[in-house]
């Protein structure tokens, strides 16, 4: 089994490798996000990203207004301007992460080194038109 990937808290510049729908888990499918990071330093890790969405089908979704999925794609992408996004909507592109190391469990109790693991928590912009 390949370990968790964990880099320092910060920013860094990603791709979207793949977009899925996640298992079914506490009555709610995720969307699972999977971003390498392409920096010379960190170059290759990657690193997933969570968003709650409701889901249309297999390869589409709505996003509440106030949701993270929502206020990213409106950072890195612009207006949204449909009724629904799709898997495909990062795919083409880089952009600039918000990255968090995850140390602590859903109920707040510290994780043990090797169960700690790095994630994007926000996509800020499209780097890509700078």
Not at 23 to 38: G, K, Q, S, T
Not at 73 to 96: E, V, W
Request: one cysteine or more; charged letters at 25%; proline letters at 2%.
């Amino acid at each position: 089994m390949t370990p968790l990937a964990q880099v320092d808290d910060g920013l860094y510049e990603v791709k979207l490798i793949q977009a899925v729908r996640g298992a079914r888990r506490y009555d709610r499918n995720d969307l699972i996000m999977e971003f390498e990071i392409v920096q010379e330093q960190e170059q290759g890790v990657v690193l997933p990203a969570y968003y709650q969405v409701r889901w249309i089908d297999d390869a589409s979704f709505t996003a509440g207004q106030k949701s993270h999925y929502f206020r990213d794609y409106q950072a890195c992408i612009g207006r949204m301007t449909g009724k629904f996004f799709t898997l495909k909507d990062f795919q083409d592109g880089r952009y600039q992460a918000k990255v968090q190391r995850v140390v602590n469990d859903a109920y707040g109790e510290s994780l043990a080194p090797l169960n700690q693991y790095s994630r994007v928590c926000r996509l800020l912009k499209s780097v890509d038109e700078y």
